[in-house]
T-cell receptor
Framework: NAGVTQTPKFQVLKTGQSMTLQCAQD?????MYWYRQDPGMGLRLIYY???????DKGEVPNGYNVSRLNKREFSLRLESAAPSQTSVYFC?????????????FGSGTRLTVV | EDKVVQSPLSLVVHEGDTVTLNCSYE??????LLWYKQEKKAPTFLFML????IEKKSGRLSSILDKKELFSILNITATQTGDSAVYLC????????FGKGTRLHILP
């Protein structure tokens, strides 16, 4: 099925561990995004990638790194997880076509850092 | 600083009521305003608005944008329990900026 696929869906990490959240889209979209969602905070942008090979910081980039190796995939890495990074993470991709801003979200990754 | 403010933050109404959700914004280079519905998982797209005064409608949901006063409203008529969700407003300029959402709960 076409869309945005995120893995894993759930993860528990110990403080200091590292992990990579994977995101892939098969819609040939140029732009991809990583958000975190915390209670009462809405969706906050961590990093985004306007095209293959480019990445830019969003609102809350500290503690994260990203990689856009090809057009399909945009991964988010936590090098040394902290309890403050407990959150739900969403990947999204975007196409702008004839003035239409279409965003598609993945189903999310619920991360708990203990 | 670019920002998107939604109100109210939460709302509880009875089935059959009509609700109006608000979204105001301040951004540098407005391109479009988006409404999403989020239940248990990822947000799902409802509307995209780019022009003032043109109502977008889908069943019992409708939305309109006022680019002069910098706000949008989302109306839901004859609410049903299935409308219970968080409704997110987002504004697109160079990036997409989300509001904190309105949590709507419909009582049977």
């Amino acid at each position: 099925n076409a869309g945005v696929t995120q893995t894993p869906k759930f993860q528990v990490l110990k403080t200091g561990q590292s992990m990579t959240l994977q995101c892939a889209q098969d819609m040939n979209h140029n732009s991809m995004y990583w958000y975190r969602q915390d209670p009462g905070m809405g969706l906050r942008l961590i990093y985004y990638s306007a095209s293959e090979g480019t990445t830019d910081k969003g609102e809350v980039p500290n503690g994260y790194n990203v990689s856009r190796l090809n057009k399909r995939e945009f991964s988010l890495r936590l090098e040394s997880a902290a309890p403050s990074q407990t959150s739900v993470y969403f990947c999204a991709s975007q196409v702008q076509y004839r003035g239409f801003d279409g965003y598609t979200f993945g189903s999310g990754t619920r991360l708990t850092v203990v | 600083e670019d920002k998107v403010v939604q109100s109210p933050l939460s709302l509880v109404v009875h089935e059959g009521d009509t609700v109006t959700l608000n979204c105001s914004y301040e951004v540098t280079n407005f391109r479009s305003l988006l409404w999403y519905k989020q239940e248990k998982k990822a947000p799902t797209f409802l509307f995209m608005l780019t022009s003032s005064g043109i109502e977008k409608k889908s069943g019992r949901l409708s939305s309109i944008l006022d680019k002069k006063e910098l706000f949008s409203i989302l109306n839901i008529t004859a609410t049903q329990t299935g409308d219970s969700a968080v409704y997110l407003c987002a504004v697109v300029d160079d990036k997409i900026i989300f509001g904190k959402g309105t949590r709507l709960h419909i009582l049977p």
